[in-house]
């Protein structure tokens, strides 16, 4: 048996490491997957001086300027076009991504949709043409969000969305446990928050892609919404597939409901797996 390889990419903070239970899953359904690290994430993050500072300053942390301020969408989805080409050797191949994964993902499958066969969108951004990922939240169908209240410092001033994940404080591992790991077993969430790199780049959620029915529009797609997410909120997950589905309705998104948190490759990881090879079939 033989099939067609799957590209992981994960969202804000994380790395290929979120992939890890998925990728096993998928190992015993006869599929083969591969994790990659998204631009300024994982392999590819850098942290401020004043995260390693001890003692620890709080209002450096907050103030200072993000080493990965200038990484947007062209840098990322540049990456993972790259990263598609070597995975795939040139064919296409199926791509899940979360949260904002979404957003490089649509960007690079708009540049070079012959690289991606199917998207799967998990609790990601999906976003509509020329609309930045910037104003989600502030929509009636993201405002409950519970990410947003994690930001430190000024995203403007120091050109990235900065979270401090290592704070003692509990009420701040609480609050980042109810954004990210709602669902997940508290060990492993602990596990998880101390993997995570502080700076998204604002750049990536500031600005959009254009997208075209020849480019995005012409790739199958499935979103996997997560129906008890705090990050990305349901309603707005729904909002994506609705604008999607308006402008191009010719090839309509195909749904899936999980009833989990955001981070569903953590919680429900056979569930995951389950809903991916069903869109990434081996072939005999």
Request: charged share 15%.
């Amino acid at each position: 048996m033989s099939n067609e390889p799957v590209v992981l990419l994960h969202g804000f903070y994380h790395g290929a490491w979120a992939w890890t239970d998925v990728i096993a899953e998928l190992a015993g359904r006869g599929r083969t997957a591969v994790a990659v690290d998204m631009a300024a994430h994982g392999l590819h993050a850098a942290s401020p001086a004043s995260a390693a500072r001890r003692p620890f300053d709080p209002v450096a942390y907050a103030t200072e300027p993000s080493p990965v301020s200038g990484v947007g969408l062209d840098a990322a989805a540049d990456l993972l076009v790259t990263q598609l080409d070597s995975v795939g050797k040139g064919k296409p191949v199926c791509v899940v991504a979360h949260s904002m994964g979404g957003a490089v993902l649509t960007r690079a499958a708009e540049r070079q949709p012959g690289l991606v066969a199917h998207m799967v969108y998990l609790a990601a951004y999906m976003p509509a043409s020329n609309t930045p990922c910037l104003g989600y939240p502030a929509l009636p169908e993201g405002r409950d969000n519970r990410f947003m209240q994690l930001l430190v410092g000024d995203p403007a001033a120091i050109g990235a969305l900065r979270i401090d994940h290592r704070s003692p404080d509990p009420e701040a591992q609480s609050a980042i446990r109810e954004a990210f790991y709602g669902d997940v077993e508290p060990s492993r969430a602990a596990a998880a928050t101390a993997l995570l790199s502080c700076d998204a780049p604002l750049a990536m959620v500031a600005e959009s892609t254009t997208l075209t029915e020849q480019g995005w529009g012409s790739i199958p797609r499935t979103y996997v919404v997560c129906t008890k997410d705090r990050t990305i909120p349901a309603g707005l997950q729904r909002l994506f597939i609705t604008q999607a589905d308006t402008a191009f309705p010719t090839n309509p998104t195909t749904v899936v409901e999980l009833p989990t948190a955001h981070s569903a490759f953590l919680s429900a990881p056979a569930r995951v797996a389950d809903v991916i090879a069903d869109r990434a079939p081996a072939t005999w």
